[in-house]
């Protein structure tokens, strides 16, 4: 423990009693703990009890006491902003005295976003149900509050991306889950697992103990799970998912699939393997996008399989999952897959420029591989760029549909559309240090420009222009099947995977082909075949996956 964290603990000592005082720097070695089933209750009464919880996140590095004075100063200003819809922010006065994108701060800040603890699975628990938060880095704290409102102005300004797994998504999700506990609205457990599946843990086992107490006590109790690391992890995930399955949680298929780097090869394919840290959204979560009960869009309905049931076999091993159904059709052409880089030690202008570029260069690709420029129509006789725009967000058009151009968001999509040649000129001439120069001042010039007049930044590419359901795309590929189909599919998608459709399964599957069986590969949203339009009872029959 360090000099400075002595300081921080013993100037909270000085106006807390020891009774009421718990701190996260407090450490409990675990493999000199015996009773690890017992830690996971213990662990959660401690940080639920304490009256201020203080989270160490490092050492002071490089401009962190920057990146701390910027983020108060974020805090601030926001307080003082004006709000009338949540994509749009006055520009308040004040906004002027933040340091210009391409000083150091704003890449410390990221920075800080960026460290090791908000990215382990068990802080999940610890902040969630303290009453208070601290941050400490160095000689410097800062109140959780004032992370959050500085992080989510940021995000509003366009100075943070908030795609799926940068950052700022990362530190939001967590905020996501402290809110939800605070409000006292505890998720089902699989909603649970799925939202902070981008988390990572030591041993895999945590990725579902640890977020026990975060998830509703009776859908645990029903499930029957409980700490045991008596339980191998391929077991424990292997009963679990058996468990959703039984309980007619038809939804655990949509987290499951070989997925890219599946971290446990005996897990079977149609066992979700939340070893793995994914930052990939299902493509029918409850409260995919909701941070408070406020933010809430319902979820659309699909059916696939039309009105049949699901109908399951497990074979003896409980390796094997026997599913009825039939493929529908072949992957013929995949496109780029839609997920946000990060660039250590350059400028953050800079930075934001590129990941812009790679928005608009994924939506070029995209628009190429559902051919929105042809004359011919779609194949269900709807115009191109309707379906594209749809299977852009997934059939989440909280709305209603009725033509992309009518839907203000699409205006907004063709703006951005229109800036790849001034994004890519700015890519290109943009300097990459963080020292101030000529062109420095001149493209933050430009930047905030742009943004007093059309109120379009990088982040509304996402938000508005790559719309709020397009979250759902993020980590995908849009593809185009041998019957002119076009879809979401997952990453690892390759030509000639098949689109299976199965009783009671509510969206179709990707699967292949792997010898005598079949391997799932993940689920898919593909226009024209989600309200059991090409659903054909006739043709079903016995499917075995492992």
């Known amino acids: 423990m360090t000099k400075n964290l002595y300081g921080a603990l013993n100037h909270l000592r000085n106006e807390h009693t020891e009774r009421d005082l718990w701190v996260d720097a407090i450490c409990i070695n675990q493999d000199n703990i015996k009773e690890r089933n017992y830690q996971v209750t213990l662990m959660k ?25 910027l983020v108060k100063e974020l805090a601030r200003i926001s307080l003082k902003t004006t709000t009338y819809s949540r994509f749009y922010r006055v520009w308040n006065r004040e906004v002027r005295n933040l340091p210009p994108l391409y000083d150091p701060a704003w890449r410390a800040f990221e920075d800080l976003l960026q460290r090791p ?32 409102r500085a992080i989510d102005y940021a995000i509003d300004l366009g100075t943070l991306i908030a795609l799926g797994g940068s950052a700022a998504w990362q530190a939001l999700n967590l905020y996501g889950s402290r809110s939800r506990f605070q409000q006292s609205r505890l998720p089902s457990l699989l909603d649970t697992l799925v939202r902070n599946r981008s988390f990572h843990a030591t041993d895999p086992r945590d990725k579902v103990f640890g977020l026990l107490s975060l ?75 909701a941070i408070s009960a406020e933010t809430l869009n319902p979820s659309p309905v699909f059916y696939a399989s039309g009105d049949s049931s699901l109908s399951f076999d497990i074979n003896e091993s409980g390796h094997v999952l026997g599913m009825e159904g039939f493929l529908v059709d072949e992957v013929a052409e995949i496109g780029a897959v839609a997920r946000t880089r990060y660039f250590p030690k350059i400028s953050h202008m800079y930075q934001l420029f590129a990941q812009g570029m790679d928005v608009l260069n994924e939506l070029k690709n995209w628009e190429g591989i559902a051919q929105i420029g042809s004359k011919s129509r779609y194949v269900t006789g709807e115009k191109r760029f309707n379906a594209y725009w749809q299977t852009l967000c997934a059939g989440h058009l909280p709305l209603g549909f009725k033509s992309a151009i009518r839907d203000p968001r699409w205006k907004y999509y063709l703006v951005s559309r229109s800036m790849r040649p001034i994004v890519r000129f700015l890519v290109h001439f943009s300097p990459k240090t963080e020292k101030t120069t000529a062109l420095h001042c001149f493209f933050y010039a430009l930047f905030q420009v742009f943004w007093r007049i059309t109120g379009l930044t990088p982040t509304k590419f996402q938000r508005i222009g790559f719309p709020p359901e397009s979250r759902l795309s993020n980590h995908r590929r849009m593809i185009r099947t041998t019957k002119g189909y076009i879809g979401l599919m997952p990453q690892c998608t390759q030509v000639g995977d098949c689109i299976g459709i199965f009783k009671g399964v509510k969206m179709p599957l990707v699967v292949r082909k792997d010898g005598s069986h079949y391997v799932i590969i993940g689920e898919s949203y593909v ?15 016995k499917f075995w996956f492992r």
């Open 45 to 69: 009464n401690i940080f639920q009890k304490s009256r201020n919880t203080v989270v160490w996140l490092g050492e002071e590095s490089a401009n962190s006491e920057g990146a701390i004075q």
């Open 117 to 148: 603890w908000f990215h382990r699975a068990w802080i999940i628990q610890e902040v969630s149900v303290a009453r208070d938060v601290t941050f400490v880095t160095g000689d410097s704290s800062l109140h959780w509050d004032e992370l959050f």
């Open 215 to 289: 998830a509703d006590a009776k859908d645990v109790q029903t499930l029957g799970v409980s700490p045991s690391y008596q339980i191998s992890v391929e077991e424990l995930y292997q009963k679990l998912a058996v468990s959703f399955l039984k309980k007619g949680e038809i939804r655990v298929l949509g987290s499951s699939g070989l997925g890219d780097h599946r971290a446990d090869p005996k897990v079977p394919s149609w066992v979700p393997d939340w070893s793995i840290s994914t930052p990939t959204i299902p493509l029918v979560s409850n409260e995919a996008f």
């Open 527 to 541: 226009h024209g075949m989600m309200k059991g339009e090409v659903w054909n009872e006739k043709e079903v029959h």
